[in-house]
Structure formats: C-alpha cells, structure tokens
C-alpha cells in the first residue's frame, strides 16, 4: 500500500533521512522509533506530503508524491505532534469547520461527527471550547479531526506526548480499534506504547533504519544483552562475585542489597545462551542458599537502547 524507496532528505549539510526503504500493507500497524534528530518526523511529513525529500520517492497505491501530493493526502488522515486546534472554538463547531474544508456534505458530516464523538471518547466535551480541555481531550480531538474524512491510511507523529498514564492507555485503545480497519503509521518515544500497540516496529537511528521487523519476532531474535536477579543466603558479594565472574558470558555483576543474612544480585550476561545452568552449578558447589533466580525477559527498550547505541 506504502512503498518508501530509496528516500532521501537534507538539510543543507545535514543528512536528515539516509537512503531509506519500507514497504507497508493494509492494515498494519507500523510503529516508527528512534531517539531525537533520527528522522521519523521528517519521514512523516514527506509521506503527507507537507514537504519534498531530496531525493528518493514515496507511493501510495498508484500514486507518488511528486506526481500526486492531492490524492495522497486525501487517502491520509495526519496528526502532527502538536495538534493544529484551533483553540477559541468550540470542540463540535471545530470538527463542523473541519468537515466542511474537507467537502463533506452537511448531512454526512453530522453522521460523521456522531461516529467520531463515540470512537474518540469526546461526546462529554463536544460544547467545551478547546482551550478548556486537558491534553489528552485535544490529542483525541485532533485524532477526531484526522478521521474526520475516514481516511484509509493514520498517520501520527508522537500522539501521546505530554499525557499522563491514563490517557495514554486511552489513547492507546482507541489507536487499536481504528487499526482494525485502518493501515496505521505512528511514531513515538514510548516505547512500551509501540510494543502494546503495533504489530511492527521500524526503528531508525541517523536518518537509517537499523531495524525492521514484526514486534514479537523483534524481541526474540535481537541480540541484546540480558540480565538475571539472584537472592542468596550465607553468601558473601566478593566471593560469589570472583565465582561468577568467572563464567563464560558474564559481563558484570552487581550488588543490589544485602541484608537479614540474605545477598541480592544481578547478574549481567552479553551472550545468546542461557547461562543459568553454569551460575546454578557455581552457587551450588558453595554453601550458599539459593532463595531466588530470575531472568529479566527481552523488552523492547533493551532492543532499542542496543541498536541505537551500536549504529
């Protein structure tokens, strides 16, 4: 549905987007990470066509955007980190004006409204103006704004920055329904929000993609480091730590508390392999106890942190 080939984009000397290449289909929901200055706003907005790359082209079904930048932004509904509210107004004649530039007929965009109140979770704030609602009421009134013309293709540039928990989950849940029938790209720094929500992550890293693939497959096949928790008892920190130094894959060892005769640790490993075993067999030939051993499952911030770092 999305084709991004070979996109390109400076800023005088700056290279802003490296060269980069993404296909999306119907229906998935891509989520787009990468720390400050990576260059996903800049894709985004070459995708809406709110600005030209240097070089490298964007299409979307049978239109690109050099050729077509009206009928691509017709197919996309965008919200921009900042949604563009126009804050005097009140929330139902904002979504009124907004039905009405994007040439939907009375009758229809009052339908639309009725629908978008109910989705979005504004119905209880339609006769607020904007300036009294709280952040999460405008991010969902700008995601109201951006289906109003029920788009095929969302596309959201950080639409839960600035909220608290709550609304992020709120947020979050309404991002999940409208992706049952909507191709979604969205880019964000949370990211637990990406791992919750999308069914794919593309992260870039200096204007480059250093990572694309479905969420779960992400996650099991990166190569991240890993940690293990341990709780001993009878054990001192500077004889367990000169035993399990010793064992292939350790990197670092650490001491978390010690106290009421009990020694807590993590354990720090940089290998694939599953080193529990050894340390079990090291504990085990001391006369500590062994109280408790964990390991910490991959997340998605200990693929991020080690993709980024290393690119």
Same mark, same amino acid.
């Given at each position: 549905?999305?084709?991004?080939?070979?996109?390109?984009?400076?800023?005088?000397? %700056?290279?802003?987007?490296?060269?980069?290449?993404?296909?999306?289909?119907?229906?998935?929901?891509?989520?787009?990470? +990468?720390? %400050?200055?990576?260059?996903?706003?800049?894709?985004?907005?070459?995708?809406?066509?709110?600005?030209?790359?240097?070089?490298?082209?964007?299409?979307?079904?049978?239109?690109?955007?050099?050729?077509?930048?009206?009928?691509?932004?017709?197919?996309?509904?965008?919200?921009?980190?900042?949604?563009?509210? &126009? #804050?005097?107004?009140?929330? &139902?004649?904002?979504?009124?004006?907004? +039905?009405? =530039?994007?040439?939907?007929?009375?009758?229809?965009?009052?339908?639309?409204?009725?629908?978008?109140?109910?989705?979005?979770?504004?119905?209880?704030?339609? #006769?607020? %103006?904007?300036?009294?609602?709280?952040?999460? &009421?405008?991010?969902?009134?700008?995601?109201?704004?951006?289906?109003?013309?029920?788009?095929?293709?969302?596309?959201?540039?950080?639409?839960?920055?600035? $909220?608290?928990?709550?609304?992020?989950?709120?947020?979050?849940?309404?991002?999940?329904?409208? +992706?049952?029938?909507?191709?979604?790209?969205?880019?964000?720094?949370?990211?637990?929000?990406?791992?919750?929500?999308?069914?794919?992550?593309?992260?870039?890293?200096?204007?480059?993609?250093?990572?694309?693939?479905?969420?779960?497959?992400?996650?099991?096949?990166?190569?991240?480091?890993?940690? $293990?928790?341990?709780?001993?008892?009878?054990?001192?920190?500077?004889?367990?730590?000169?035993?399990?130094?010793?064992?292939?894959?350790?990197?670092? =060892?650490?001491?978390?508390?010690?106290?009421?005769?009990?020694?807590?640790?993590?354990?720090?490993?940089?290998?694939?392999?599953? =080193?529990?075993?050894?340390?079990?067999?090291?504990?085990?030939?001391?006369?500590?106890?062994?109280?408790?051993?964990?390991?910490?499952?991959?997340?998605?911030?200990?693929?991020?942190?080690?993709?980024?770092?290393?690119?």
């Amino acid at each position: 549905m999305i084709s991004i080939q070979d996109l390109t984009k400076y800023y005088g000397s %700056n290279c802003a987007v490296d060269h980069i290449n993404m296909e999306i289909s119907k229906g998935e929901i891509v989520g787009l990470l +990468g720390p %400050n200055g990576a260059g996903k706003t800049t894709t985004l907005r070459i995708l809406t066509c709110y600005m030209k790359p240097t070089s490298g082209d964007i299409t979307v079904k049978d239109y690109n955007i050099h050729e077509n930048p009206i009928e691509i932004k017709n197919m996309i509904g965008y919200l921009p980190e900042s949604a563009p509210l &126009y #804050h005097q107004m009140m929330t &139902y004649d904002y979504l009124q004006l907004v +039905g009405d =530039i994007r040439n939907i007929p009375p009758d229809e965009r009052e339908k639309r409204i009725e629908e978008l109140a109910d989705l979005c979770g504004i119905r209880e704030i339609m #006769h607020k %103006n904007i300036n009294e609602l709280s952040k999460g &009421y405008k991010q969902r009134v700008g995601l109201a704004h951006a289906m109003m013309s029920d788009p095929e293709i969302l596309v959201l540039d950080e639409p839960t920055s600035g $909220l608290d928990p709550n609304q992020i989950i709120e947020v979050r849940e309404i991002i999940k329904e409208i +992706g049952k029938t909507k191709t979604i790209l969205f880019s964000t720094h949370i990211l637990s929000e990406a791992e919750a929500t999308c069914n794919r992550i593309v992260i870039i890293n200096q204007g480059k993609i250093v990572a694309d693939k479905p969420t779960e497959i992400l996650l099991q096949t990166a190569n991240v480091d890993y940690s $293990l928790s341990m709780t001993l008892m009878n054990a001192d920190f500077p004889s367990i730590s000169s035993k399990i130094r010793g064992i292939e894959g350790v990197s670092d =060892i650490k001491e978390v508390k010690n106290e009421n005769n009990s020694l807590s640790l993590q354990i720090f490993c940089n290998t694939h392999k599953d =080193i529990r075993e050894d340390i079990y067999k090291t504990i085990k030939s001391t006369d500590s106890i062994l109280l408790e051993f964990t390991r910490e499952s991959a997340s998605l911030e200990n693929v991020f942190r080690k993709l980024t770092k290393e690119n």
